[in-house]
């Protein structure tokens, strides 16, 4: 996208000086909190806020609050993003200033990664107590790799990604992929696993499942893998989900049966307690896809939970009907 003369000179003068640039070259690697990039630059918060704010109005960074804490990235629609990435090619790799802020961001993805485990320690116990209750795990993923298919895919994209599972799972199939969450301490448990799995394809980002922000027609896979039951409207979440399926791309969606599980509601917060088929089948036709496949997985246990695996894509040839319209 070209830019106005004038653009330029707003795109270079947000980010034309040093603790813009530097916090530019910070966000170009990931997301971070506000916190994190003081304790990187060693600034005060007003300091970093400031210079935030003058990146944000000029398009170049995208704000976004988590509970208490505030989380900055670069804009992925910013008419001058390129003239930025441009910028910091630029620079170079042993500047002194640029070289210290790396090492500091890889002490804060140290700590972060610590306290992600601790994390998932600690709540182990709920998530197998759950994973107790139906099939085996290792079957799940087998079927869901089945129900993906090989690929490649150019773009996946994990909605309501959790600890990054169904990235570690199918990411190696896809040239590029993107998972989104609601909960920072999720996202930075899926960014450490998906750093041991050496996916440097997978990117995590902080996102809502119901506005995604995300290009209509923009991944040839979607998943959505156990999240529903969680929400208030799944209807919509599988709206937003299809949404964002290619022509000829796959939505797949994985949760559990009906099932009279009450105590999950209180104890692991599910609101739903599983979907019919002729609920979930209903919403992804009224989306324009098209059921491919339908797969059921009893559990191991009469008073178990089955795991349903839907898939569903759409049809290529309404992009040629488009065309010749």
Not at 153 to 161: I, N, R, S
Request: aromatic share 4%; glycine share 8%; charged share 25%.
């Amino acid at each position: 996208m070209k830019l106005s003369a004038e653009q330029v000179v707003e795109v270079l003068r947000a980010a034309g000086e040093s603790t813009r640039l530097r916090l530019l070259a910070l966000l170009a690697r990931e997301e971070l909190s506000v916190l994190e990039l003081c304790q990187i630059l060693d600034q005060s918060q007003p300091r970093v806020s400031r210079h935030l704010k003058l990146l944000a109005e000029a398009g170049l960074v995208e704000r976004f609050p988590d509970g208490a804490w505030v989380f900055y990235r670069l804009a992925s629609k910013s008419p001058g993003r390129h003239l930025v990435r441009q910028a910091l090619d630029l620079i170079d790799a042993a500047d002194p200033a640029v070289h210290a802020d790396a090492e500091k961001l890889a002490t804060v993805r140290a700590e972060r990664s610590t306290g992600a485990q601790a994390y998932f320690a600690r709540n182990a116990a709920r998530w197998n107590e759950i994973r107790s209750l139906y099939v085996d795990e290792a079957e799940v993923e087998a079927a869901i790799l089945r129900a993906a298919g090989e690929g490649p895919f150019d773009e996946m994209v994990d909605l309501g990604a959790g600890a990054g599972r169904m990235l570690t799972l199918l990411g190696q199939r896809a040239g590029s992929a993107l998972g989104l969450d609601l909960s920072q301490q999720m996202l930075n448990i899926a960014r450490d696993e998906v750093a041991k799995a050496g996916l440097g394809q997978c990117e995590l980002r902080h996102g809502d499942i119901f506005a995604t922000g995300l290009p209509g027609g923009c991944a040839d896979l979607v998943t959505v893998h156990q999240v529903l039951h969680y929400l208030g409207d799944p209807a919509a979440a599988v709206a937003e989900a299809a949404r964002l399926v290619a022509h000829g791309g796959l939505l797949l969606i994985a949760d559990f049966a009906p099932h009279d599980h009450e105590f999950l509601r209180e104890a692991h917060q599910h609101r739903r307690l599983g979907f019919e088929d002729a609920e979930i089948i209903p919403w992804l036709e009224a989306a324009g896809l098209s059921l491919e496949n339908n797969i059921a997985l009893p559990p191991s246990s009469a008073q178990g939970l089955t795991v349903k695996i839907w898939t569903a894509r759409r049809p290529v040839q309404r992009a040629a009907q488009r065309s010749a319209a």
